[in-house]
């Protein structure tokens, strides 16, 4: 059975964010996501969204979805942005609770660092995606300098050249680059571009510089240094190339159990037409993870 990275309760936002010397990092990331995403669209989902951190960047979307594993940090979401555009879906993203072809750009960034099942996770994705749609996708790169030069220096047993994952702690994965397109192929995505990404993540230089200044410094490097392949951070745009239509706009949920399409939406839950489970609405959000059973 595939495990799921769960962020239930932590201080994700305070504790890896906020005042924490990451403002590099983040504004590295805004630059990057500038750079790739569609200038507009439909609907987008942001899957792993966790408290919004990047909501903002999504303001030419009819409707954005964010979409976490965990209700606490959706809650948090939901307190800073409101329900004016936004909606809120706490699901497991290897069995997503929403119809095939129904959503223009799936974002995930610092995500795919936990995906025990890139494959599994790559086909589900595919499949929500309308035809020629886009995934903006981040992931960490097993092949980046530092983990080169440790390798060589015989600070770091495992070999960064080679194509398989490594899980460096539990659920924390670095992925190699060839590994990653080839997985991306064979799930139907056509690559279009690619961008290194937070290749000054150092303490020093994050001390003597100002993040503003190297972030500048960083987006002026994301395409020339996307070649090379050496930041610890790889961000890319993919087309899924497949047949079909897109679902109407009123169509979006179905039951992540028994795949059964419309959900019948009450006040305080959506109930499956084929296997009459229940799942819950609480507090402006869908809750995907555990059914009410009737």
């Not at 899957?47 to 960047?57: Q, V």
């Not at 993203?93 to 929403?98: F, I, K, S, T």
């Not at 070999?159 to 680059?177: A, C, I, M, R, S």
């Amino acid at each position: 059975m595939v495990e799921i990275c769960d962020y239930e309760g932590s201080r994700y936002r305070t504790e890896f964010w906020e005042g924490q010397g990451r403002e590099y990092e983040d504004r590295a990331e805004r630059i990057a996501l500038r750079k790739l995403l569609p200038p507009r669209g439909r609907r987008l989902i942001e899957i792993g969204a966790g408290y919004g951190r990047l909501a903002d960047l999504y303001q030419s979307y009819e409707e954005v979805l964010l979409l976490d594993y965990a209700l606490s940090q959706l809650r948090q979401a939901r307190e800073r942005l409101g329900d004016d555009r936004f909606r809120y879906i706490a699901a497991d993203l290897y069995n997503m609770p929403l119809v095939d072809c129904c959503l223009d750009t799936v974002v995930l960034v610092r995500v795919m660092h936990h995906v025990q099942d890139p494959p599994t996770a790559l086909n589900e994705i595919a499949r929500i995606l309308t035809p020629q749609g886009a995934l903006v996708l981040e992931y960490a790169n097993k092949r980046n300098l530092k983990a080169i030069l440790r390798y060589l220096l015989r600070r770091q047993g495992w070999n960064p050249f080679t194509l398989q994952p490594v899980e460096f702690v539990p659920l924390n994965y670095d992925f190699h680059p060839a590994y990653m397109e080839a997985r991306l192929q064979e799930a139907g995505f056509d690559l279009e571009e690619q961008l290194a990404v937070s290749s000054f993540r150092l303490p020093l230089l994050k001390r003597l510089i100002p993040a503003s200044a190297l972030a500048r410094v960083d987006g002026l490097l994301q395409r020339p240094g996307a070649g090379l392949k050496l930041a610890p951070s790889l961000f890319l745009k993919a087309r899924i190339d497949k047949r079909g239509s897109e679902t109407p706009m009123e169509s979006l949920f179905r039951c992540p159990l028994c795949g059964a399409t419309p959900l019948k939406t009450l006040p305080a839950a959506l109930v499956c037409v084929g296997c009459g489970r229940r799942w819950p609405i609480e507090g402006g959000i869908y809750n995907f993870k555990e059914p009410i059973i009737p």
